[in-house]
């Protein structure tokens, strides 16, 4: 089956810089790239995802990256405020299926 | 629309009770997939429905088990509970395979065996 890792597991930035964090897959056949925040007592939300035609998806702050070749994607958020602070997580889903694989979660703080 | 809605909230139970949890899905969504969340082992996949039939099922003992009913709303049944089995279980519905892959999570509920 699909495995996900994703890295790191915890990433502190200052309000205003960069936060990048990267998933790689094990399927080859899976095609939907999804990433979730999650704030603290609060559901997952879907933020942005990427399919496998699709190399690059930005929706203002947030960017998503995909390398079919390698099977890594990556999240990109620029200009961080301190509401961006939550558990981040990135999923695969294989062709065919309906099944989200996760990965562990990343835990982002942005401090002021 | 309404969004995903699950009842209960919280619920407490003792080792060795049965416990049924119930997911309303977004109106028109025709597929629901149950996750468990623990600190751990993050987000698990347990089972998805889709027109009242089980399509996937993850790795998990059959004291986990599910259906769906012709609304599409689900239920999810844990029977002879352990104290593993505390965890959030979040649902989460997407429209259908096929135009949208999209899956819109519920607010949890939070069981604890005690």
């Known amino acids: 089956g699909e495995n996900v890792e994703q890295h790191p597991s915890t990433l502190s930035v200052q309000e205003g810089d960069s936060a990048v964090i990267k998933c790689t897959y094990s399927?080859?056949?899976?095609?939907?790239f999804p990433w979730y925040k999650q704030e603290l007592g609060k559901r997952p939300q879907l933020i942005i995802d990427?399919?496998?035609?699709?190399g690059e998806k930005k929706d203002q702050r947030i960017a998503v990256t995909l390398n079919k070749t390698a099977k890594h994607f990556s999240l990109h958020i620029t200009e961080t405020q301190p509401e961006d602070s939550a558990v981040y997580f990135c999923?695969?889903?294989?062709?065919?299926?309906?099944?989200?694989?996760f990965g562990k979660g990343t835990m982002l703080l942005v401090s002021p | 629309k309404a969004g995903v809605t699950q009842t209960p909230r919280y619920l407490i139970k003792t080792r060795g009770q049965q416990v049924t949890l119930s997911c309303s899905p977004i109106?028109?969504?025709?597929?629901v997939s149950w996750y468990q969340q623990t600190p751990g082992q993050g987000l698990q996949f347990l089972f998805e429905?889709?027109?009242?039939?089980?399509?996937n099922k993850g790795n998990f003992p059959g004291r986990f088990s599910g259906r769906q009913f012709s609304n599409s709303r689900s239920e999810m049944n844990v029977s002879t509970l352990e104290l593993g089995d505390s965890a959030l279980y979040l649902c989460?519905?997407?429209?259908?395979?096929?135009?949208?892959?999209?899956?819109?999570f519920g607010p949890g509920t939070r069981l604890t065996v005690t």
């Open positions: 989460a519905s997407s429209p259908d395979r096929v135009i949208s892959y999209e899956q819109y």
């Open positions: 990427i399919r496998s035609n699709v």
């Open positions: 109106s028109g969504h025709r597929s």
């Open positions: 399927d080859s056949a899976s095609n939907y």
């Open positions: 429905y889709f027109s009242e039939t089980q399509r």
């Open positions: 999923a695969a889903l294989s062709i065919g299926y309906s099944t989200l694989t």
